[in-house]
């Protein structure tokens, strides 16, 4: 059974950095891609890159380029975000999720809340 | 960047309405469309894969249509556990959600 576990929660200083996390179980990691996706408090939902396991290289959606780094640890089947230089707009849901036929997400993580506070 | 526009963004209807929510994208992406239903607290689900192919598990009063930029997502015979928000995705370039549309109890 394919499943993805996110990190939990965090709470950062705005101008800090996070990373949080995705653990997949049921398939490899070196296997499909792996999306990230972003949803403000009552907004919707807002595409922030991928990791290609073919070659490792991650695509990024121009709204975060130069602040997202998206990475992974095939020998734990882990997945990693990055966001860099944190502002209150960055208060969100973040969604991990993997396009396993084509290329629509048919599975999803459980979401990590990520909020920027001083 | 493609843009995807759905409307209503809101809509109020009663158990056993028929729903329709419609999809635009900005230029044509063929059939690359894809429909995903989100309960408050929860990811989204995925619906309706390539603008009418009914995910393994989703009940039939879900169904999807359109090709090129305009596409619906209709539910026929609406439930209580329908109340949700749905989303459309363009996956012909790159990956783009519209804003979304929140069905709830008339």
């Known amino acids: 059974e394919v499943q993805l576990v996110q990190s939990g929660a965090e709470v950062k200083e705005p101008g800090t950095t996070v990373k949080i996390s995705c653990k997949v179980s049921?398939?490899?990691?070196?296997?499909?891609?792996m999306h990230w996706v972003q949803q403000a408090p009552g907004k919707g939902l807002e595409w922030m890159g991928l990791?290609?396991?073919?070659?490792?290289?991650?695509i990024y959606a121009e709204n975060f380029q130069g602040r997202v780094t998206i990475t992974a640890d095939t020998s734990t089947d882990t997945v990693f975000l990055e966001l860099s230089g944190l502002r209150s707009e960055d208060t969100a849901l973040y969604y991990c999720?993997?396009?396993?036929?084509?290329?629509?997400?048919?599975?999803w993580g459980q979401g990590t809340l990520v909020t920027v506070s001083s | 960047d493609i843009q995807m526009t759905q409307s209503p963004s809101s809509l109020s209807a009663s158990v056993g309405d028929t729903v329709t929510i419609t999809c635009r994208a900005s230029?044509?992406?063929?059939?690359?469309l894809n429909w995903y239903q989100q309960k408050p607290g929860k990811a989204p689900k995925l619906l309706i894969s390539?603008?009418?192919n009914l995910q393994r598990g989703v009940p039939s009063r879900f169904s999807g249509s359109g090709s090129g930029t305009d596409f619906t997502l209709t539910i026929r015979g609406l439930q209580p556990e329908d109340y949700a928000t749905y989303y459309c995705?363009?996956?012909?370039?790159?990956?783009?959600f519209g804003q979304g549309t929140k069905v709830d109890i008339k």
């Open positions: 999720a993997t396009p396993h036929e084509s290329n629509h997400f048919d599975y």
């Open positions: 049921g398939y490899s990691v070196t296997d499909y891609q």
């Open positions: 990791l290609d396991p073919e070659g490792g290289k991650a």
């Open positions: 230029q044509s992406i063929s059939w690359h």
């Open positions: 390539a603008a009418s």
């Open positions: 995705q363009q996956s012909y370039t790159s990956w783009t």
